[in-house]
């Protein structure tokens, strides 16, 4: 058994093969470097997070998320003009670093999530949810609205009004540190739909490449032979017409010959 896997000319099995000619496509290189981005984005956000929950202004905890994070400016003369910020530094700042953080993850997740619900449309950065197949669009999905489902919030506000499912709409509502939670937890999301979509755009490449390995295969003049896929190429560029190898479907019967 062992022995028919091995190519006939030089005696690679197929999983040596495969190995040896498994090469990265540059297109593969280049998902694998975004996926260490995402990374090493979300955990830069996980430590963020930490110092917005420990320095976020308390004094400001009734104030509407929305209000607070889009007018970060207007709090530091407040702080000047009546001290209602107290000993926190320089709360504007956070508060603008959260602005920041919310546009590159939140916003982005907000564009998005409609498409990933309906399982069509295009997914900026990735194109067509079509490309994919249909238990992965179906994943996404599930991934947006289990979260929703568990903050009863849908994750942007579509502006339409009266959604079936009774969620709120985006940070509607929330005070400043509620607010803040759901944007946390969302960005996360965002980075896991990040690295989900990734994966599958990944897999695509991957299985799109020739397969390379060791198959039974016909050559005039021969009876069917294990042949590797590098020796096929090298007879390909040889050019011996004769001697290009075709598939056969499986592995040969013996013959048994009748001698008289
Ligand atoms: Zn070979």
Redesign the pocket.
Known sequence: MEEQSR??????SDAE?SAFTAVETPKEREILQQKSQVTSSKADFVQSADAWRKGFPKELKEFDFKFVTSNADQFKSIRIANGLLGEIADPSKLLGEVAGAKKLTVDRLEKAAPILRKGEGDVPGFGALSHFEKADRELLRGMVEQFEAKWHRRIGSDGSRGDPSGYKQGFDGLKLFEGLDFMIAVGMLYYDVQTQLLDMARRIEINSKPKKG?SVLLVSGYPPIP??????DVMKGLSVEHAVPQQVLAAPTPQIVNVA
């Not at 190519?7 to 690679?12: E, L, P, S």
């Open positions: 190519c006939w000319f030089c005696h690679r093969v060791v042949l590797c896929s590098v020796c096929v």
